[in-house]
């Protein structure tokens, strides 16, 4: 057990371990430090932030617009419209009115570009060379300030779209996805639903893209992030010609405010068959939120990456004893209620004993002995270190500065390493209480037909896995 592990430790443990805090607080001193002179920021009278980050390693720079928006802000009538959006970013505007004329545009500057919808932000980006900025931050504007929508082209791309759909579906993952996710979020459902239903897709109109840019496409709900070789005060003049006279709106969370997430009551459980040769398992929560319990995020992160390590208690009770082929635990960092996932694939003579001990382990999550001190000093390290070199690609460092600016916010991404590094023990101890030890959550498991009707498994033996017997 890891207690009796942690009574056999060594004096010289014990100093490694003071060694690696006292390495972690200088190293998350230091990111701290440089994340406040690389990041250069300005906020244009309209309210649309200017996030600039100077990279001179090669001459190439990266331009992108993040909004907020995306499924959480999807009543069920527009579900899987913030995707629809997204792809018609790239279509005819006011500048470049014909099909096909802005993509053309953008292949003649030599723009890598592509944009993405999640949950609680949309992005649109560009990669091009250093001497190109200019026309990069013109032509997004054009495409972000006014779009046409026209119908030829949205029928044309809502074909796209529900091919993408038509691709999920066919994963066997999909349905027990789904099936899980409507019971964590009930009503809430199409706030998490990214890519929609297909009933809405296929009858979208112009008149709703309209809407979805009137709300949430303004300068007030919107950030500019450049990176790469450029230079601040060139890129903070290009966003006020180009974007400065773009007109501020009202808040769009306060004219339209996002209803918050109602907590789960009790377990609940799902069992899904699809033709496949394992069995998986897939467990959901409700976890922190990002705006309300910020502390929990970071303790999540820690929690998980300990618990994810092939030397885990964790690793060896589950997937060394082959009960699991695989294991793990994630949080995914949203505002409106992120979720706490465990997925696991095992067999199907292994699986009820690999819920009953799975089981036996959530339980474990908020002992204190559960986690030993040189473990958690540990995977703080290696997360400064992977923070760090994520910051060495400008096109990707633009992506993560602009999800946590729409998810959290700026301060929160640059305060990140050193609340990270500052999660104990009891912290993680905390975070598990809360959020996942006896709290109520969805089981979800993904068998094949034939494997269901021997194991003869129910959903009401899943509300109970103690009761699970091989």
Do not use: C
């Amino acid at each position: 057990m890891i207690t009796a592990f942690r009574d056999r430790r060594s004096t010289a443990t014990a100093l490694i371990g003071a060694a690696l805090l006292g390495m972690i607080s200088v190293s998350a001193e230091a990111q701290r430090g440089d994340l406040e002179k690389i990041i250069q920021r300005r906020v244009l009278p309209n309210g649309l932030e200017v996030i600039v980050v100077e990279n001179h390693g090669v001459p190439l720079a990266t331009v992108e617009l993040d909004v907020r928006n995306g499924s959480f802000t999807q009543t069920p009538e527009y579900a899987g419209l913030a995707h629809m959006y997204e792809h018609m970013f790239f279509k005819a505007n006011r500048a470049f009115p014909e099909p096909d004329d802005f993509i053309g545009r953008l292949g003649q500057i030599g723009a890598v570009f592509n944009g993405t919808t999640s949950e609680e932000r949309v992005n649109y980006y560009m990669t091009v060379t250093a001497d190109r900025v200019g026309e990069a931050v013109n032509l997004l504007s054009a495409a972000l300030r006014t779009p046409l929508f026209r119908q030829d082209e949205l029928e044309r791309e809502r074909v796209v779209v529900l091919g993408e759909y038509d691709r999920n579906e066919s994963n066997p993952g999909f349905r027990l996805n789904r099936a899980v996710d409507e019971r964590l979020w009930a009503d809430a459902q199409s706030r998490k639903n990214t890519i929609g239903e297909r009933d809405i897709i296929a009858t979208t109109t112009p008149e709703k893209m309209r809407e979805i840019q009137r709300r949430y496409y303004v300068p007030n709900n919107t950030a500019l992030i450049v990176t790469g070789d450029v230079d601040p005060n060139e890129v903070f003049a290009l966003a006020e010609r180009h974007l400065g006279s773009w007109e501020r709106a009202p808040d769009p969370f306060t004219s339209y405010p996002i209803p918050p997430i109602a907590p789960l009551e009790k377990d609940q459980a799902v069992i899904v068959e699809e033709p496949i040769g394992a069995v998986v398992v897939f467990m959901r929560w409700h976890g922190p939120s990002v705006g309300k319990d910020p502390n929990a995020t970071y303790a999540a992160d820690v929690f998980s990456d300990i618990v994810n390590q092939p030397g885990s208690g964790f690793h060896r009770r589950l997937i060394d004893s082959g009960l699991f082929q695989s294991a793990a635990i994630n949080y995914y960092t949203l505002n409106h209620v992120g979720p706490i996932t465990i997925i696991g694939q095992t067999t199907p003579q292994m699986l009820r004993r690999a819920l009953a001990a799975l089981d036996a382990e959530i339980a474990r999550f908020s002992d204190p002995a559960y986690f030993a001190t040189e473990e958690i000093e540990s995977v703080k390290a290696q997360r400064i270190v992977s923070s760090a070199f994520g910051r060495e690609r400008a096109s990707s460092f633009a992506q993560t500065i602009g999800f946590w600016w729409s998810v959290a916010s700026l301060e929160y991404y640059m305060g990140y390493v050193d609340n990270m590094a500052s999660q104990t023990v009891k912290d993680l101890q905390s975070y598990a209480d809360r959020y996942i030890v006896n709290k109520p959550r969805v089981t979800g498991i993904l068998i094949s037909p034939r494997d269901g009707r021997t194991l003869g498994l129910t959903e009401a033996q899943l509300l109970a896995p103690r009761a699970i017997t091989p």
